[in-house]
């Protein structure tokens, strides 16, 4: 025999003499189920490699033999302290974790060693061996897995090792790096479509409920919660029907748990107020929810979506990409309506609680990708290369002057917006009396839109408008969110890509 080989079965022998030692495991382990809200028992737990288990409305089949029957016990153990400790979704997270490490090496040598070395053996072998050979996600599984062995001392652990094993050298990787590439970050003139959709669809409800199938009210309902507050889908398909309050003014209040917390107890509830243009959605589907619509498959019976966790992640993207084009997840929307915030010149603290964040800190990454006060100016008034060339406004024609001049009288866009008069732009699809939304301000990214075929004539809407970005950014210093900051800033983007698009076709003409 070879002295590795000697090693390998010495340790092995170390690892079984441990977990022999080890204190029985329960014949039966109770547990929370947070989303059905109901306590849950794994009957037979303390026999074989195997138990199944329920997290987030979906039936959870485990199975740790092929990980090495001497290493089923310690593994065992560790999923009961975190059944006790964390959410039945982070324990299926973490046996998921331990089989995929498994899988991919078919040796589960590292956690061997782990049982059977000493702290300072181990330091060394994690040092010189085992970080440069993983990557960040299972360095992450395997510092975690021993920080429990620490808490349920396994081998030479125990609960005052934790600064040794928080010690332990992590390989290089950044957790950010879509949000710094910008890669999550949906565009801007998609942005526009999913507020445009939202508006008419709460519009329609408004006045013909009856033309709005369940499916789109309920997606719509998603949609909101995602995209104006930025939660994750478990958070999103945890709120229940008691959870959505309705005032008799109109509005609408709903609470949400806060979701990726250390601990249980850390999951505070925190209440956010919808857009008032779109609580008509809401109020609609709650009517809906009570009268006895539909739900998903194991989605509990007062939920207001009706929805398992993992099929809120799948509708998201169906949504998102019938609506833009592109599939985008809540994880997306997430990133995107934090970066909105910070451009719009929020606070870390104000960052921090709109996120849920525990620390501050969290979010500096936002901060790091966010332009300047000057680049904040430049890209409200349309002037930054950047917003001008992601800005890509959905239009499917313009008009001649002839065309305008013979439209009625009603489709013709005017306004006064701001105080600066603007006509003659173009004719609206549906007409100014039937919309719901500003003119002008809101013609420039709606798709019912037809520009004039003049770039002189919408160079003229930036040239008035501007000034008026510059009164609202010296007003606010650059430092509050304001709505109609943030308005303007769109529509001059817009008006900017609707010129160069003119001129475009014009030079394309005259070759």
């Known amino acids: 025999m070879t002295a590795l080989a000697a090693r390998k079965t010495d340790i092995a022998d170390r690892v079984r003499s441990i977990c022999a030692g080890l204190q029985p495991l329960p014949s039966s382990v109770r547990y929370y189920d947070d989303f059905q809200g109901a306590f849950q028992s794994i009957r037979g737990f303390a026999v074989g490699s195997q138990w199944e288990m329920e997290a987030d409305g979906i039936t959870y089949y485990i199975d740790l033999l092929p990980c ?86 396994v081998g030479p652990w125990s609960k005052h090792m934790h600064n040794f094993v928080r010690s332990l050298p992590m390989p290089t990787s950044d957790n950010y790096r879509t949000v710094r590439t910008g890669d999550c970050f949906m565009p801007m003139d998609q942005q526009s ?74 999951r505070t509830r925190v209440t956010r107020r919808i857009k008032r243009e779109w609580c008509p959605l809401f109020i609609e589907l709650l009517a809906r929810r009570r009268a006895g619509m539909p739900i998903g498959k194991n989605a509990p019976e007062d939920s207001f979506l009706g929805l398992v966790p993992m099929d809120v992640g799948n509708r998201m993207g169906l949504v998102t990409e019938r609506l833009t084009g592109e599939a985008w997840t809540a994880t ?42 000057a680049q904040r100016v430049n890209h409200a008034l349309a002037l930054s290369p950047i917003f001008s060339t992601v800005a890509e406004v959905a239009r499917t024609r313009t008009i001649d002057k002839a065309t305008l001049l013979a439209a009625p009288e009603d489709k013709q866009i005017g306004a006064v917006p701001h105080g600066v008069p603007i006509a003659g732009i173009g004719v609206c699809g549906v007409g100014q009396s039937l919309c719901t939304k500003n003119p002008v301000l809101s013609c420039y990214t709606c798709r019912k839109f037809m520009p004039l075929h003049d770039a002189t004539i919408h160079q003229g809407v930036l040239d008035g408008l501007r000034p008026v970005v510059l009164q609202f950014e010296a007003s606010a210093k650059g430092n509050a969110v304001s709505p109609a900051y943030t308005q303007l800033r769109r529509t001059l983007t817009a008006v900017e890509q609707v010129v160069a698009d003119i001129e475009m076709a014009e030079a394309v003409g005259h070759e």
Request: glycine content about 4%; charged content about 25%.
């Open 193 to 266: 479509m999913i507020i445009d959709y939202l508006d008419e669809i709460s519009a329609l409800v408004t006045v013909s409920p009856e033309r709005v199938e369940d499916v789109d009210l309920r997606d719509a309902c998603m949609l909101v919660i995602s995209f104006q507050y930025a939660f994750r889908v478990g958070q999103i398909a945890r709120i229940r029907m008691a959870d959505v309050r309705v005032f008799e003014t109109g509005a609408v209040h709903f609470s949400a748990v806060l979701a990726k917390k250390k601990s249980v107890k850390e």
């Open 68 to 153: 090495g029957e001497h290493l089923v016990a310690p593994l065992k153990h560790a999923a009961v302290w975190l059944l006790a400790k964390r959410s039945p979704r982070t324990v299926v997270a973490y046996c998921d974790g331990v089989r995929r490490f498994y899988d991919e090496r078919r040796d589960m040598a590292v956690v061997e060693k782990m049982i059977a070395l000493t702290p300072t053996e181990f330091k060394s072998e994690w040092v010189n061996r085992i970080e440069p050979s993983v990557n960040g996600a299972e360095a992450k599984m395997l510092k975690s897995l021993l920080y429990i062995f620490c808490d349920i001392g």
């Open 332 to 373: 997306d929307l997430r990133h995107t309506a934090a970066q909105r915030q910070v451009d719009a010149g929020v606070s870390h603290t104000t960052l921090a609680e709109f996120l849920g964040h525990s620390n501050i800190k969290t979010g500096n990454v936002y901060f790091d990708t966010s332009p300047t006060q």
